[in-house]
């Protein structure tokens, strides 16, 4: 397939919610120690980003996590591909995602870490797609409401590529498809 990315959400206005993000964390955690979890591999741009101003980041781990196998459609099981390597009982959490859509993941993930009895468990992402939900899952920390676009950039990938782009940008299909 043959495309062009098209900037959706600037450099800048990813550093100012970013910002935003980190000052609302800060406030309602009010000093006390926070372990931010990673979902990998999109995630890691905003991760990096947000512990830079969230005071009192003790910790930083990563999970990653699969729910499609080997194929294009959900099993409906999510397969931890890579655990936490630190204890949460009693900890303040905060799970760092780079987009939610169907929420699925995120639902699933959340369930198996309050099981391990963390102080607090907070979900903050970069992008929302709301229109995608299929589960409920509450976010308390919202970047960017996005429509169903298909976006790459700032840790988003299209298969591996765009990663390190300083925006979120739109992927648009070239050629006749173009509706």
């Given at each position: 397939?043959?495309y062009?990315i098209?900037e959706?959400?600037?450099?800048s206005e990813?550093?100012n919610?970013?910002?935003?993000?980190?000052d609302n964390?800060?406030?309602?955690?009010?000093?006390?120690d926070?372990?931010?979890?990673?979902?990998?591999?999109?995630?890691?741009?905003?991760?990096a980003?947000?512990a830079?101003?969230?005071?009192?980041?003790s910790?930083i781990?990563?999970?990653?996590v699969?729910?499609?196998?080997?194929g294009?459609v959900?099993s409906?099981?999510i397969?931890?591909l890579?655990d936490?390597?630190?204890?949460?009982e009693?900890?303040?959490?905060?799970i760092?995602?780079d987009?939610?859509?169907?929420?699925?993941?995120?639902s699933?993930?959340?369930?198996?870490?309050?099981?391990?009895n963390p102080?607090?468990?907070?979900?903050?992402?970069?992008?929302?797609?709301?229109?995608?939900?299929?589960?409920?899952?509450?976010?308390?920390?919202?970047?960017f409401?996005?429509?169903?676009?298909f976006?790459?950039g700032?840790?988003?990938?299209y298969?591996q590529?765009?990663?390190?782009?300083?925006?979120?940008?739109?992927?648009?299909?070239?050629?006749?498809?173009?509706?």
């Open positions: 397939m043959k062009h098209e959706m959400i600037a450099k990813i550093a919610k970013v910002r935003l993000l980190a964390i800060n406030k309602d955690l009010n000093n006390e926070v372990l931010l979890i990673g979902l990998l591999r999109g995630s890691v741009m905003f991760l980003d947000i830079r101003e969230i005071n009192n980041v910790e781990d990563f999970m990653s699969s729910s499609y196998g080997s294009m959900t409906g099981e397969k931890i890579k936490l390597d630190v204890n949460i009693g900890k303040n959490v905060i760092i995602e987009i939610i859509d169907t929420g699925f993941t995120l699933k993930v959340t369930k198996i870490l309050k099981e391990r102080k607090s468990l907070r979900i903050c992402t970069l992008l929302d797609k709301p229109e995608r939900r299929v589960t409920d899952v509450f976010v308390d920390y919202v970047g409401i996005i429509p169903d676009e976006v790459v700032y840790g988003i990938d298969a590529k765009h990663r390190a782009l300083s925006y979120i940008g739109k992927v648009v299909k070239d050629g006749e498809d173009n509706e």
